[in-house]
């Protein structure tokens, strides 16, 4: 049995100590939000949070949770939208979407320790989340917007800069 905080909500399993979390997230607790890509820790789609910091779920073992606190996209942000989810969408990231999760997860964890990130720091915490579809730039328009909106202390207002006026 694995005690941990899921979303500041404490929950139980029962299941191998050595389960990735991301199929104790998925198939026990039914979060799906959390993707499996890879399964080797290469691709990004099940970035989670542990304490605070992004971690690939699909070689985390749950044992390795026990008295933790883990943070999936579905307990990002009060009320359902974090700013990242407002400046996402604002820019158009998302074209298949199923990386979405695991990005969005790596640049919370990011703007945590760094509100007001330069593209050469945007790049290193998003190493290893891949985007099948490209949007990269868009993704690094939509931290910088995330930023800005959390230094001024809003979550889903639009910003001055519209990202919506340039795509890549």
Same mark, same amino acid.
């Given at each position: 049995?694995?005690?941990?905080?899921?979303?500041?909500?404490?929950?139980?399993?029962?299941?191998?100590?050595?389960?990735?979390?991301?199929?104790?997230?998925?198939?026990?607790?039914?979060?799906?939000?959390?993707?499996?890509?890879?399964?080797?820790?290469?691709?990004?789609?099940?970035?989670?949070?542990?304490?605070? /910091?992004?971690?690939?779920?699909?070689?985390? #073992?749950?044992?390795? $949770? !026990?008295? @933790?606190?883990?943070?999936?996209?579905? *307990?990002?942000?009060?009320?359902?939208?974090?700013?990242?989810?407002?400046?996402?969408?604002?820019?158009?990231?998302?074209?298949?979407?199923?990386?979405?999760?695991?990005?969005?997860?790596?640049?919370?964890?990011?703007? /945590?320790?760094?509100?007001?990130?330069?593209? #050469?720091?945007?790049? $290193? !915490?998003? @190493?290893?989340?891949?985007?099948?579809? *490209?949007?990269?730039?868009?993704?690094?328009?939509?931290?910088?917007?995330?930023?800005?909106?959390?230094?001024?202390?809003?979550?889903?207002?639009?910003?001055?800069?519209?990202?919506?006026?340039?795509?890549?």
């Amino acid at each position: 049995m694995v005690t941990f905080k899921l979303n500041n909500n404490p929950v139980q399993v029962d299941v191998d100590a050595g389960t990735p979390l991301l199929w104790v997230l998925r198939d026990s607790l039914k979060k799906f939000g959390t993707k499996y890509g890879c399964g080797r820790a290469l691709c990004g789609a099940c970035t989670v949070h542990l304490d605070g /910091a992004p971690v690939r779920a699909c070689v985390v #073992p749950i044992e390795a $949770v !026990a008295d @933790r606190k883990v943070t999936t996209i579905e *307990g990002l942000g009060e009320g359902g939208q974090h700013p990242l989810q407002a400046a996402w969408i604002a820019a158009d990231v998302p074209q298949c979407g199923y990386c979405q999760s695991g990005q969005i997860m790596s640049a919370a964890a990011l703007l /945590a320790s760094n509100p007001d990130p330069r593209d #050469p720091e945007i790049d $290193v !915490a998003m @190493r290893g989340n891949i985007c099948r579809c *490209g949007t990269y730039d868009r993704i690094r328009r939509a931290i910088k917007d995330a930023g800005q909106r959390m230094r001024a202390g809003r979550s889903g207002q639009a910003t001055a800069a519209d990202p919506r006026k340039s795509r890549a």
